[in-house]
């Protein structure tokens, strides 16, 4: 029988910490070998393998702070587990945070990885239990940029990181530059268009701050409350300005998008 989805359980863990990576909607691991192709005169070609890249894309509902603040965490390894297959020792190439009105708070996370190899088929018993997902009106949401209604928030965070591979086919190690953060935050204005001008940004502007701080009762495998309330926490700080437009057409709503730089990003 075909295997399927409902079938399959994934994890991330460091070390003895296995997190909780919450309603897991994609991933997708990926082999990949590069191949250095040489020509001569006389119409001579020959070609050697010369470097395996060990991948794996990943994307899910957020259900706590845990997982992420450690994602961003500069020098922290993972071993990211799919079924029964395991990229090891995986850093974090890129990180997408984004929620809207219609959708849950999520995270997409690309890893590298050292190499990829079998282990034993994952069950249920091996995974976090999953305590919830958050929605924007879980939310209290403040943003120094615009008095208009945030209706959607996408942050990433990106960073070089280059395999070290000396004599071997495969990465030994990792060059990991620092990450850098972007995003859109995008209002819907009451009754200006005010917003765009924000766009032509001057060097005596202050830069925007973000917070998104979600808070949600969430229940055990017995259906009992928790203790407390599961909150998630993210503050963008030194937001400049890089690009405004205006979403609009003859009927439904006005949008503008405000494209950001991001000096730092926290999660709590």
Not at 239 to 248: D, F, G, I, R, Y
């Amino acid at each position: 029988m075909a295997l399927t989805g409902a079938d399959v359980y994934a994890r991330i863990i460091k070390g003895e910490t296995t997190y909780d990576c919450g309603l897991v909607s994609d991933a997708k691991p990926a082999i990949k070998t590069s191949t250095l192709q040489r020509s001569g005169i006389g119409n001579i070609t020959k070609a050697r393998i010369n470097a395996h890249d060990y991948e794996c894309s990943w994307s899910g509902d957020v259900p706590d702070a845990t997982l992420l603040a450690a994602l961003l965490v500069k020098d922290n390894v993972f071993d990211v587990q799919l079924h029964d297959i395991e990229l090891e020792d995986a850093v974090v190439k890129t990180l997408r945070l984004a929620f809207d009105e219609r959708n849950p708070l999520t995270y997409a996370v690309d890893f590298v990885g050292k190499g990829m190899g079998s282990i034993t088929a994952l069950t249920s018993s091996d995974v976090e239990y999953v305590k919830g997902f958050f929605v924007m009106s879980d939310a209290s949401i403040s943003f120094s940029g615009s008095s208009d209604t945030v209706i959607k928030v996408d942050v990433s965070a990106s960073r070089e990181v280059n395999a070290i591979r000396g004599a071997s086919l495969d990465p030994q190690d990792f060059s990991k530059g620092p990450f850098v953060f972007e995003g859109t935050v995008t209002v819907s204005p009451s009754s200006s268009f005010a917003d765009v001008l924000v766009g032509e940004w001057l060097p005596e502007d202050t830069p925007f701050t973000l917070s998104a701080a979600f808070s949600a009762q969430f229940y055990d495998e017995n259906g009992d409350p928790l203790a407390s309330q599961t909150t998630v926490t993210i503050v963008c700080s030194g937001m400049v300005a890089s690009e405004t437009s205006v979403n609009l057409g003859a009927t439904g709503p006005v949008e503008i998008p405000i494209k950001m730089s991001i000096e730092s990003v926290t999660i709590s």
